[in-house]
């Protein structure tokens, strides 16, 4: 089955820096790939997915990447605030099966 | 996501009582989950089902019972409840990837704290 690792499992930022966040894959077949953003006592949200005809996505100051030889993508977020303070998840899918998520990396935005 | 919704939203209980959680949507989609989320770790499946006659036990299925009534309810029970069984437990719904236009992102409900005394 798949399996997905993160890193960092955590990451501090000054604000206005950028952060990046780090997932690999091992299922070669993979061919979708989400990213959640999880709030303190919230529900994990969908923030960008990239599928695996892309390169790269962008939505503002968030982007995704992604290198399928390498089996790896990662999400970027660029002119950090405060308020993406938060638990972000990678997953990994071939599609008609289920997400395997990463393990979670807590970004902390320091004022 | 209002279209995935569970209740209880906040449960206290005791050591060896039997509770059961509740997941409902009203996303149409065939396939429904059970994680369990623990303080600062990441999302741990219990169980899961791609329609309403399959039931397939996820990573950690020992304690737990599911129940699929129809494709917009799945149900998590916990026999007798245990302490370390004190989490967040998060229902979450998914289309079916493998077609032309379907994704297999999935979308979570509000979350149901559960502390076991």
């Known amino acids: 089955g798949e399996n997905v690792e993160q890193h960092p499992s955590t990451l501090s930022v000054q604000e206005g820096d950028s952060a990046v966040i780090k997932c690999t894959y091992s299922?070669?077949?993979?061919?979708?790939f989400p990213w959640y953003k999880q709030e303190l006592g919230k529900r994990p949200q969908l923030i960008i997915d990239?599928?695996?005809?892309?390169g790269e996505k962008k939505d503002q100051r968030i982007a995704v990447t992604l290198n399928k030889t390498a089996k790896h993508f990662s999400l970027h977020i660029t002119e950090t605030q405060p308020e993406d303070s938060a638990v972000y998840f990678c997953?990994?899918?071939?599609?008609?099966?289920?997400?395997?998520f990463g393990g979670g990396t807590r970004l902390m935005v320091k004022p | 996501d209002a279209d995935v919704t569970q209740t209880p939203r906040n449960r206290i209980t005791k050591t060896g009582k039997r509770i059961m959680l509740e997941c409902s949507q009203t996303?149409?989609?065939?396939?429904m989950y059970w994680y369990r989320q623990d303080p600062g770790l990441g999302l741990r499946l219990i169980y899961y089902?791609?329609?309403?006659?399959?039931?397939n036990k996820g990573e950690i299925s020992d304690g737990y019972s599911v129940s699929r009534q129809a494709q917009a309810k799945f149900s998590l029970s916990l026999e007798s409840a245990i302490p370390n069984q004190t989490a967040l437990y998060f229902c979450?719904?998914?289309?079916f990837g493998g077609g032309p236009s379907g994704t297999d992102t999935q979308y979570f409900g509000p979350g149901t704290r559960l502390t076991v005394l």
């Open positions: 990239i599928r695996s005809n892309v």
């Open positions: 979450a719904t998914s289309d």
């Open positions: 089902s791609f329609d309403v006659k399959d039931i």
């Open positions: 996303k149409g989609h065939d396939r």
């Open positions: 997953a990994a899918s071939n599609a008609g099966n289920m997400l395997t």
């Open positions: 299922d070669s077949a993979s061919n979708y």
